[in-house]
């Protein structure tokens, strides 16, 4: 691959030359706009915006995040933790760690952040029914975005 740009300028909607993106093909999430800002020889810094009411998928890789909210507020769940984030928090999503960000329906702006990962890297999974169960009864739980099977 070519080098990546040096140097990317935010612009009032976005960056320079960086078109948003579908954030996934499927799964379960509503409301996310996503950019890959740079892909530089081994990591790879995206931003994702999430619309009030909207969440992004409950899942889990192997590849790490390192994750900085850029503006507005929202819940964070990592693992069996949930976190109120805001502007300048930052986020650290160990390997396997079950993760889901979400803006409440209520927000008055879209939760946005930076999300830092491997430039390769292992594809997502949803939670299984079990993983999802798993969740009953602690604050991730409580909060988390997720479809149980009847
Ligand atoms: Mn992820």
Do not use: N
Not at 36 to 62: C, K, N, W
Not at 76 to 104: N, S
Request: aromatic share 8%; with cysteine; proline share 5%.
């Amino acid at each position: 691959m070519d080098q990546a740009r040096t140097f990317t300028p935010r612009t009032a909607g976005g960056w320079l030359g960086v078109e948003p993106r579908e954030y996934k093909r499927d799964g379960d999430f509503e409301g996310v706009t996503r950019h890959t800002i740079v892909t530089g020889a081994t990591m790879q810094v995206r931003h994702f915006d999430v619309a009030p009411g909207g969440y992004s998928s409950l899942e889990r890789h192997q590849h790490e995040h390192y994750v900085i909210i850029s503006h507005g507020s929202g819940t964070a769940v990592v693992g069996r933790e949930a976190h109120q984030v805001h502007e300048g928090d930052v986020i650290y999503v160990p390997a396997g760690t079950a993760h889901q960000f979400i803006c409440a329906a209520g927000a008055a702006a879209p939760l946005g952040f930076y999300c830092v990962v491997s430039a390769e890297r292992d594809r997502p999974r949803l939670l299984d029914e079990q993983e999802l169960r798993a969740l009953d009864g602690t604050p991730a739980g409580a909060v988390a975005r997720r479809r149980l099977p009847a």
